[in-house]
Every structure is written in C-alpha cells, then in structure tokens.
C-alpha cells in the first residue's frame, strides 16, 4: 500500500504528535508498506528522496515548535500526485491537514484522520484568557466539521477522546480507539548502555541513594508541574534524598523555576531544558518513578515510554492514563495532592514494592508496541478503501506501479 502521512510537524521538532507520526512510518514499512510524509519546513519546499519527506514552506505561530502553512506550491502537488497514494492519513486538522483534505479531493483518495489535541485545553494560549467561552464553541465547530465532514474515517487514541466526540460532539460516524503506539525496545533497559547511565547520573548531580522522580514533557499550564513542585517541596521535608528531575522546556519555564527559589527547594528539583530525542531513554533509567498530573492528555505517551523502561508511574486519575495505570499493579492513580504523597511516600520506603511494580510496567507497555499500532491502523485503512470503493482500483495500482519499477 502507498501511504501518506500529513502532519503539522515531525522530526526533529519533538512532541507527541511528531513521535506517533514517526513511528507510523517505521512500523508500516516494517510491514512492507511505501510511507510518504507531507509536513512543514521553516522556509522553503524541500524533498527528501531517501526518507520520501516533503516539506512546505510554515510560518510559526507562537506555541511551542508548530508552524502552518497556507502556500501549497504547485510542484509539492505534483510531487504527491506521481506517489499515487492509496490513502491518506491526517494527523492535524488545520494548516498541512487542510493540504491534506485538498489533495484527497483533488485526487479522489480516502482519508483517514488521528485527532491528536484538545484543543478546548488550549484556547487560552490564543485568547489570553477573554472570550474563552465562545473560542471553545468555535473550536467544537471546527473540529466537527474537519472531523465529520472531510474525512472517510476517524481515529482517537483514548476512550476520552471517543466520548469526546460521541457524548459532547454527537458523532455519529465510526469512530476507532487506537492507543498509539511507541518503539518500546528504544526504552528497555538492556538495549541501553550502562556506561552512558552512569554518565548521565554523574552530569546530574545524582547520588547514589538518592531517590529519583520524573516528569517528560511540556513545561505548560495545561500540564500542571506546578502541583508536581508543590508537592514535591513537601516531600523533602521527610526525605531530603528525594530529586525530582524536570525534562523539557516550555511557556512556564521561568514561572516554575522561581518557584522553586521561592520554596527553597532548589537542590532536590532539577531542570534539564529540552533533551534530544535518543536520550530520553536515558533519563527514564536514572528514575525510580515517572509521575504527571496533566489533565489535557489524549493519550499521555510518556507513561508508556515510562513503563517500558520498567519504570512504574503515579499519575492523576484521567481517563487517558487510566487505561493503562493500574492501581498497585504497575503503579497508581491519584486524586489530590494528599494521596500523591501518600504513593511516593509508600515508594520511598518499600524497594521491594518498587521491583514488583516495575515487572509489572515492563509487562503492561507490551501492548502498546508499535507493531501491534500499525496493525490496528492498517485496519482502519482497509475500512476507508472499502467504503470509497476504492479496493479494486488499488490493486491495479499497485500492478501498475511494480511494471514501472520493472521498466
């Protein structure tokens, strides 16, 4: 099959989106599928060949690393026209998703869309606090017709996302939960090195009884550090070998780290800033515990690199980490600050509880390999072909395409 995969951003710009984007790709080529990605460049349109990458030109937009794109240059257009793709799959609705939505048209090609963000959980990144009210109905309205209207089929990667759209937006089309997926082998423990561990603990400051928590991922309002710190201030007060590792960078990175001045608690929280992609397993094998108090997930993809990293976590209670947390099995849920502390206090004081929860980790994030969420996605693409009657022609594509190779 000849897939094409549109996103806002991919690597390296790293988030979320761009990582479920990127590991797609590798898994279905895994599978023997050809995988094109239509995303944005800084400045100019760019091909590359040996990776099947197309860039167009992106302005940024002030949140984080995404840029947009209005300009459609006439050659990108081309250029996906002679991939006589097969299918399409969006992973965003606006700026290269709309290029995506066009294309599809033009060609005649199903699409299959991701829906990736919340986006009600960041309005106030636009709106600066006024308006929210009415920003939010317009972006439900949006985000309905993008989601209804222009696509063939709609994946989610939670049951909070599908309530989403069936109980709020009154979806009434298909609607397929698929936990995205993620390379768990980069995150095993064995498949990394022990000297670069060992490195990464001296660069930090870290000894050897210290007791490690981390959070991976956006220093943002929406993700709720801040309760992290607050907690964590009251933490070392009992256990004073207690570190809590901060990796990433964000809009609130100052804010937070004047907290941290402010509550004196500068030599048990750290800071990193962002880190390069490779490394992050690392850090997960310098931790004891992952931790997030996020409630704007759609999936929450760090607890799942977390686990298989055998490293067991304590989230808050939301319904996209509850689907994989589970209680006293390969980590908790909590509810308030109260009961956090009350979980990391138990871990503080049981090594033997810790070993138990990170088997049970490891096992847990099995499920989420990125094979199985090529599989599951592969599905999803059969459906669309299927309904667009569009089976048959692909067949004579592909027998096309193989005598053009032959020639």
């Known amino acids: 099959m000849r897939i094409g995969l549109f996103t806002d951003t991919y690597p390296p710009y790293i988030n979320g989106v761009s990582t479920s984007v990127w590991v797609l790709k590798r898994a279905l080529e895994k599978k023997g599928h050809q995988v094109f990605v239509v995303t944005v460049n800084a400045e100019e349109y760019k091909y590359a060949s040996e ?13 984080y690393d995404y840029r947009l794109t209005g300009i ?24 290269v998703g709309t290029f995506a ?12 869309h991701t829906y990736h963000t919340m986006y009600e959980d960041y309005v106030h990144y636009i709106t600066k606090g006024y308006f929210d009210g009415a920003s939010k109905k317009i972006v439900e309205y949006l985000t309905k017709f993008y989601c209804d209207k ?13 309530d989403l759209f069936k109980q709020k937006y009154k979806y009434d089309r298909n609607v397929h939960i698929i936990p995205t997926g993620i390379e768990i082998e980069r995150f095993y423990k064995e498949n990394l090195s022990k000297e670069k561990k060992e490195k990464l603990r001296k660069e930090l400051g870290l000894e050897k009884d210290d007791f490690v928590i981390l ?7 929406e993700k709720s550090v801040d309760f992290l710190l607050d907690c964590q201030r009251e933490l070392v007060k009992k256990f004073p070998k207690c570190k809590l590792i901060i990796v990433g960078d964000g809009p609130d990175s100052d804010k937070l780290k004047k907290m941290v001045e402010k509550w004196k608690i500068q030599k048990s929280v750290l800071f990193t800033g962002k880190v390069p992609y490779e490394e992050v397993p690392y850090y997960y094998q310098v931790a004891q515990v992952f931790t997030t108090a996020s409630l704007t997930e759609t999936q929450g993809l760090t607890i799942v690199e977390a ?7 304590v989230a808050i209670d939301d319904e996209s980490f509850s689907n994989v947390v589970v209680n006293d099995l390969n980590g908790y849920l909590f509810h308030n600050k109260k009961e956090y502390r009350k979980y990391m206090e138990s871990l503080l004081q049981d ?8 088997k049970q980790a490891r096992i847990s994030a099995d499920m989420h390999s990125s094979k199985y969420y090529a599989e599951r996605v592969l599905d999803v ?22 005598l053009k190779r032959k020639k």
């Open 150 to 162: 222009t696509v063939s089929e709609l994946i989610v990667p939670t049951k909070k996302t599908y």
């Open 215 to 221: 959070y991976v991922g956006r220093l943002a309002e």
């Open 381 to 402: 693409y059969k459906t669309a072909l299927e309904s667009s009657g569009k089976t048959k022609r692909t067949f004579f594509q592909r027998i096309r395409d193989m």
């Open 51 to 63: 990776d099947d990458i197309l860039h167009i030109p992106g302005i940024p937009i002030g949140i």
């Open 101 to 112: 939505r066009i294309i599809a048209k033009q060609f005649d090609i199903p699409i299959v």
């Open 307 to 313: 686990m298989a990293a055998s490293i067991p976590v």
């Open 72 to 95: 459609y240059p006439l050659r990108a257009i081309n250029k996906i026209k002679d991939w006589n793709l097969d299918v399409i799959h969006s992973h965003t609705e606006f700026g």
């Open 351 to 358: 090594k033997t509880r810790i070993e138990r929860l990170s």
